[in-house]
């Protein structure tokens, strides 16, 4: 297990939001805040204070690319996450790692890794 990080979850579904904090504290991490709107997320984004993000593609008929496009402006890490029957991301986001459904502990812990895996 690596070192502990804050994870910002940007989810508009209280159920899933709930699982992925109990997946995340299960494997040693803190859970920086939960937004369930794209204009939650801008606040969180722009306050900072976490250190990798999970966002779903889809918040109550709102994209989360303007929030996607500002996590990587700002140089935060992130993890796509969709249920499915979408689109598929912009070109600027195609190596972001993506946790589709249904999502299981065992999915997100190397996403985790992979996110914040250095590039080069």
């Known amino acids: 297990m690596g070192d502990k990080r804050r994870i910002l979850i940007v989810e508009d579904e209280p ?13 040693g991490h803190d859970v920086h805040s939960i937004c369930e709107s794209l204009e939650e997320a801008h606040r969180a984004i722009d306050a900072g204070g ?4 999970i966002v779903d ?10 929030a996607a496009a500002r996590l990587h402006q700002n140089g935060h890490p992130f993890i ?10 912009p070109a600027e986001f195609a190596q972001i790692p993506v946790l589709s459904k249904p999502y299981t502990i065992d999915r997100v812990r190397p996403l985790i890794d992979a996110a914040l895996a250095p590039t080069g």
Do not use: C, Q, R
């Not at 159920?15 to 494997?27: C, K, Y």
């Not at 976490?50 to 993000?53: P, S």
């Not at 593609?57 to 303007?66: D, F, H, M, Q, S």
């Open 15 to 27: 159920l899933i939001a709930m699982m992925l904090e109990d997946f995340l504290i299960s494997i």
């Open 50 to 53: 976490f250190d990798l993000a």
């Open 57 to 66: 593609v889809n918040l109550k008929g709102e994209n989360i690319w303007p």
């Open 80 to 89: 796509i996450a969709t249920g499915g029957h979408v689109d598929p991301p």
